[in-house]
């Protein structure tokens, strides 16, 4: 048994996993938090240099598991239920892999396909005024470190506008809690290491 966020799940290959999911067809939100999870034990584990450590994720099947579970969440993203928080991870994922080196974060050539269809859904929720808080400050905060990532999909207006008038520091202005992102998958783990560096800068500053 290995332990994650405080959830005693059994220790298999998230290959294993992941099968394990499509077998039994529960690939549900925190199925799928599992499943990222034990996927970055594994990255964590690769050493070497920046290449090299690419090699051995592409090698050991990482690239394509990660890939695997990003097309989960896209076909999650129509559940009435977990649809938002799995368009959330999705936005997440296929940010991370083009704002960040793969050797790090283990994803590396999603599908197009799929991500056209994470940005449509995304302009569908801007255009019918159904972006919840959480989505209106991460989407200018992952535009203004990587702004290439949005600028592909120009073609749709409303996310166009929406992130030409998006104040990208409102997250600093919303109350975060590092407690709000336990068991989200890697979106989680990443705001969660924000939220705790930024209170330790700000404990630091007040000293």
Not at 40 to 47: C, H, I, P, S
Not at 125 to 139: F, Y
Request: net charge negative.
């Amino acid at each position: 048994m290995i332990v994650i966020d405080n959830l005693a799940v059994p220790q298999m290959f998230p290959a294993a996993l992941i099968r394990a999911l499509d077998c039994f067809m529960i690939m549900n939100i925190d199925a799928l938090n599992l499943a990222e999870q034990q996927l970055f034990l594994q990255v964590k584990r690769v050493t070497g240099l920046m290449e090299e450590k690419h090699e051995q994720l592409q090698r050991s099947g990482v690239f394509g598991e990660y890939g695997k579970i990003y097309e989960a969440y896209v076909e999650l993203m129509e559940s009435e239920n977990e649809g938002l928080e799995a368009l959330k991870r999705a936005i997440f994922l296929m940010w991370y892999e083009q704002a960040e080196p793969a050797c790090f974060t283990g994803i590396f050539g999603l599908s197009e396909d799929a991500s056209r269809k994470v940005f449509e859904t995304l302009e569908h929720r801007i255009e019918t005024g159904k972006l919840d808080l959480e989505l209106k400050w991460m989407l200018p905060f992952y535009n203004d470190i990587a702004e290439w990532v949005f600028s592909k999909y120009a073609d749709l207006p409303c996310l166009e506008e929406f992130l030409a008038t998006a104040n990208s520091e409102l997250w600093q202005e919303v109350e975060l809690k590092a407690e709000d992102f336990v068991n989200r998958g890697k979106m989680g783990d990443y705001w969660r290491s924000i939220i705790e560096s930024k209170a330790a800068h700000s404990s630091w500053g007040a000293i």
